[in-house]
């Protein structure tokens, strides 16, 4: 079964940086899309960045462009986040998702079929 | 930028059927995928492309898509059926949107 599971996530201070990580199995993960999508506490859901199955496109939030990267290893079943400048307003929890479509060409994905558990992330001094 | 709308709550009795809305200009046109999400857990598809359930999801859930409105519609509600529900779409001018959440009560 698809299982995701994201680490990283902790307390930095405003101007700060983090790396979030997700480890991916049950499925052939360098097959498809992936995503970030946040959660701030008690708010509603705001998707943050896509990358492509192979890793060739990116595509990001705006409120984030410029400051976050998302990458893969394909080797490693694993899906990163890296999150610099970090700002109050970034507070969340940070889930990894699973797009749906296998070698998907459409930008930035389609939807989410399967989320991890989410890792909190808090910006605060 | 896209938004979409979703009344904050919606109160039900158990048995009977709970109907969830998510307005967008134009949605009729667009795909609409919704989550359940329960407190403390990670969202969970329950309907995409509109109208498609995932297995695993109830056929209690279904969903429409029409106009300015896109609906899921919860049959015959149980208790565990209450949680967070949410909307979303892929917009050019905004990518992904979600909507701003319906929290479902079961009386």
């Known amino acids: 079964q698809v299982q995701l599971v994201e680490s990283g996530g902790g307390v930095v201070q405003p101007g700060g940086s983090l790396r979030l990580s997700c480890a991916a199995s049950?499925?052939?993960?360098?097959?498809?899309?992936m995503h970030w999508v946040r959660q701030a506490p008690g708010k509603g859901l705001e998707w943050v960045a896509f990358i492509r199955y192979d890793g060739s496109n990116k595509y990001y939030a705006d409120s984030v462009k410029g400051r976050f990267t998302i990458s893969r290893d394909n080797s490693k079943n694993t899906l990163y986040l890296q999150m610099n400048s970090l700002r109050a307003e970034d507070t969340a929890v940070y889930y990894c998702?699973?797009?749906?479509?296998?070698?998907?060409?459409?930008?930035?994905?389609?939807?989410?079929?399967?989320w991890g558990q989410g890792t909190l992330v808090t910006v605060s001094s | 930028s896209y938004v979409l709308t979703q009344p904050p709550s919606v109160s039900v009795a158990p048995g009977k059927t709970a109907r969830i809305t998510c307005g967008g200009n134009?949605?009729?046109?667009?795909?609409v995928h919704w989550y359940q999400q329960k407190p403390g857990q990670a969202p969970v598809l329950v309907i995409y492309y509109d109208s498609d359930r995932p297995s695993g999801i109830p056929e209690r859930f279904s969903g429409s898509n029409s106009g300015n409105t896109a609906t899921l519609t919860i049959s015959r509600v149980e208790a565990g059926d209450e949680a967070d529900y949410y909307c979303q779409v892929w917009d050019s001018s905004s990518d992904h949107v979600f909507g701003t959440g319906t929290k479902v009560t079961v009386l």
């Open positions: 049950g499925f052939t993960f360098s097959s498809y899309g």
């Open positions: 134009n949605i009729g046109s667009k795909s």
């Open positions: 998702a699973k797009d749906p479509e296998v070698d998907g060409v459409l930008d930035p994905g389609v939807y989410f079929d399967y």
